[in-house]
T-cell receptor
Framework: EAQVTQNPRYLITVTGKKLTVTCSQN?????MSWYRQDPGLGLRQIYY???????DKGDVPEGYKVSRKEKRNFPLILESPSPNQTSLYFC?????????????FGPGTRLTVL | AQKITQTQPGMFVQEKEAVTLDCTYD???????LFWYKQPSSGEMIFLIY??????QNATEGRYSLNFQKARKSANLVISASQLGDSAMYFC?????FGTGTRLTIIP
């Protein structure tokens, strides 16, 4: 089954404690990205990756890191989380299907930083 | 840079009525694609429908259709014969740029 998986699905942590949210896709997609969703703001892109070892900042990259060592994995790293990073996070992957860059979303990770 | 505007934060609609969710976009790309996603209370993002900028006809997928007016830069989602299960957040997107969403509630 084609899917994007994220782990953990829920996480409560404290300020300053480094954490990683994993993302994996089994569709051999080249493009992967991370979003955060906040009430009234919709989804905002944090980082994206066009291919292995190629990453770039999205609209709200501050406080986050990513890596793309393998095509299927795109972890999101918070080196020193702060309460303003409390949010719902989505990983997504896409491949060109004709002219349609349909994105496949993971189930989301709800992060609370105390 | 792209910008997506959804001006309806919330809507309440009677069951079985048709619903139109508004979306306007602003992009300088001559070729672009518009997406609508549904997010139920469980949180997952569900792709609904796609409209390409060069598509000659408005997209339709079952009860979903897209009222695409290129000159007005609008891509409104129309849901016919609404059902209780349509209650959710709906997001309009131009490729990777999302609007702020509309929360649709269907009333029995």
């Amino acid at each position: 089954e084609a899917q994007v998986t994220q782990n953990p699905r829920y996480l409560i942590t404290v300020t300053g404690k480094k954490l990683t949210v994993t993302c994996s896709q089994n569709m051999n997609h080249e493009y992967m990205s991370w979003y955060r969703q906040d009430p009234g703001l919709g989804l905002r892109q944090i980082y994206y990756s066009m291919n292995v070892e190629v990453t770039d900042k999205g609209d709200v990259p501050e406080g986050y890191k990513v890596s793309r060592k393998e095509k299927r994995n795109f972890p999101l790293i918070l080196e020193s989380p702060s309460p303003n990073q409390t949010s719902l996070y989505f990983c997504a992957s896409s491949a060109r299907e004709g002219r349609v860059d349909t994105q496949y979303f993971g189930p989301g990770t709800r992060l609370t930083v105390l | 840079a792209q910008k997506i505007t959804q001006t309806q934060p919330g809507m309440f609609v009677q069951e079985k009525e048709a619903v139109t969710l508004d979306c306007t976009y602003d992009t300088s790309d001559p070729s672009y694609g518009l997406f609508w996603y549904k997010q139920p209370s469980s949180g997952e993002m569900i792709f609904l429908i796609y409209q390409g900028s060069y598509d000659q006809q408005n997209a339709t997928e079952g009860r979903y259709s897209l009222n695409f007016q290129k000159a007005r830069k609008s891509a409104n989602l129309v849901i016919s014969a609404s059902q209780l299960g349509d209650s959710a957040m709906y997001f309009c997107a131009e490729k990777l740029t999302f609007g702020t969403g509309t929360r649709l509630t269907i009333i029995p």
